[in-house]
């Protein structure tokens, strides 16, 4: 079996498909990976060893029967702990579910298993999807494989950290305010972050409902193209998913960046900026006109309300769906109480952690007669502001370039006793949920310590081809997304 780490999906199915090894051998290599690797980075929380092996000894059998191999035939993956799978342990990094096996699998996860694709495994992220580090997990601390000291960005950190290092070829994801895109630019992948209602959320554990996306880490633009075919489109099980007939992302890979129109928002290239994230970022505007795109200044007026609004909309959103955990229907249930009353806050306060805690209280808060007019309701007319920002700017080009974090990844524990700090990394990240539009997140440069620096691409609302065609020309201009982290 070749490394693993030189191997792309695609030739990962073309080594499948002309039997220069087997499915059993590439799930095996990939398990052995991870044994091998994962305890310097704590990406995994569960490895499905024993189903994995079986799902790949069923594609060598069709493989071996001459039929056609699925589009992920006999293709490792990961999801992060917040999608339900059916007799997998689903925690969403927390201890308020630590023993909990759904009986059912998220539609994203269904889809992706229909096509041939192998669940290697459920990734650590911050519980419930909320920071940017992934320190908030109640489980492990994963670390950067580009330096081990350095956080692997979040909440997704341990799909990014995973993709990264070559453990399964790509990870199911969700983004509520950029849990996507800002692990996968601290890591050096690609990160998308879809339209909403694009792909289902059926089966996801939720944090915001009207914010959350599904989407992927990969290790490509090619390959975010080919899998958001397969997970994307109407779910009768999720009434927010698009009507919409899901293109042929595949087409849009070949178009390149001539002509295209690309907007720099002033507001995301402030002063404060990290010089080196500055300078990488110059460089690929640079080779976006190289490519033929034609670059311009645009204002997005509503920029620095976004992380208040967000975060306002976010945490009463947490408020409503996190009441669901009440010590009775899912997860950890007190032991010790003996009123109704008592089970309800002794589950709670034993199984959330103090960022969930804070974050239901603030929800509350926002959410409580009296309060509602001056804090959710205005949250909710400025998030109107700041989608009216992105449809002006919208009129004028095709895309938006901006950064994804305004530093490169940040020291374990530099920001962790400072919630404030770490809601601020947000900052470039959860403008575009409440727009609800897409982004795509791309590896651009390094700093001089050797680590990853990212940009995003943003389009209007299902512009999801129009940031293949830019990313993918991008990719084939640059070699960023090819490097990877030395971790032997
Ligand atoms: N870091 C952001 C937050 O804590 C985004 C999280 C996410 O996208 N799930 O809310």
Redesign the pocket.
């Known amino acids: 079996m070749k490394d693993l780490s030189d191997l792309t999906l695609k030739k990962a199915r073309a080594g499948l498909e002309n039997k220069d090894f087997s499915a059993k051998e590439l799930v095996s290599a990939t398990l052995e990976r991870i044994q091998k690797l994962d305890p310097k980075i704590s990406a995994f929380l569960t490895v499905c060893a024993e189903s994995a092996l079986k799902q790949a000894a069923a594609a060598d059998e069709m493989i071996a029967r001459g039929k056609k191999l699925q589009a992920l035939g006999g293709i490792p993956f990961s999801a992060k702990d917040v999608f339900s799978t059916r007799g997998i342990k689903t925690t969403a990094a927390s201890k308020i579910l630590e023993n909990y096996i759904p009986v059912y699998d998220a539609t994203a996860i269904k889809r992706l298993g229909a096509a041939g694709g192998i669940l290697i495994g459920k990734t650590n992220h ?1 519980a419930f ?4 580090s992934t320190e908030n997990s109640d489980f492990q601390v994963t670390h950067n494989p580009w330096n081990r000291d350095k956080v692997p960005g ?2 997704s950190g341990g799909s990014a950290a995973a993709v990264a290092s070559s453990l399964g070829f790509f990870s199911l994801a ?7 895109r ?1 692990p996968a630019c601290f890591c050096g992948v690609t990160g998308l972050k879809v339209t909403y209602g694009r792909v289902s959320r059926y089966g996801v554990i939720a ?1 915001g409902s009207s914010l959350d996306t599904i989407g992927l880490i990969t290790q490509s633009v090619e390959d975010a193209a080919l899998l958001l075919g397969i997970i994307a489109g109407q779910d009768p099980l999720d009434a927010t998913t698009l009507p919409d007939p899901v293109p042929d992302y595949s087409q849009s890979l070949k178009q390149g960046a001539s002509e295209l129109k690309i907007g720099l928002p002033q507001e995301y290239f402030i002063t404060g900026i990290d010089p080196e994230v500055k300078q990488s970022l110059d460089e690929a505007v640079k080779k976006f006109e190289e490519l033929g795109a034609k670059i311009e200044s645009v204002s997005l007026p509503h920029t620095p309300d976004a992380i208040p609004a ?2 306002l909309s ?1 945490i009463s959103e947490v408020s409503a769906n996190l009441a669901r955990y009440d010590g009775i229907r899912f997860g950890h249930s007190s032991s010790e109480a003996r009123k109704l009353e008592d089970l309800y806050l002794e589950s709670r306060a034993q199984g959330f952690g103090p960022e969930v805690k804070r974050r239901i209280m603030l929800g509350t808060y926002a959410l409580s007669a009296g309060y509602y007019d001056a804090f959710y309701k205005k949250a909710q007319q400025v998030r109107h502001l700041i989608k009216q920002d992105f449809d002006r700017a919208f009129q004028k080009i095709d895309l938006l370039l901006a950064p994804v974090s305004p530093f490169p990844p940040f020291g374990i524990g530099e920001k962790a006793e400072d919630p404030l700090q770490m ?1 601020l ?2 900052i470039f ?2 403008t575009i ?1 409440p727009a609800g539009v897409p982004g795509l997140a791309l590896p651009c440069g390094f700093t001089k310590n050797n680590l990853p620096i990212g940009l995003q691409l943003i389009g209007p609302q299902l512009s999801e081809p129009t940031l293949f065609r830019a990313g993918q020309a991008f990719q084939v201009a640059t070699d960023w997304h090819q490097k990877k982290p030395n971790l032997e």
């Open positions: 911050d999807g909320f920071g940017s979040g909440s969700e983004d509520t305010g950029g849990s996507i800002q944090y967000y975060y976010g809601w990394a947000d990240t959860v949920n």
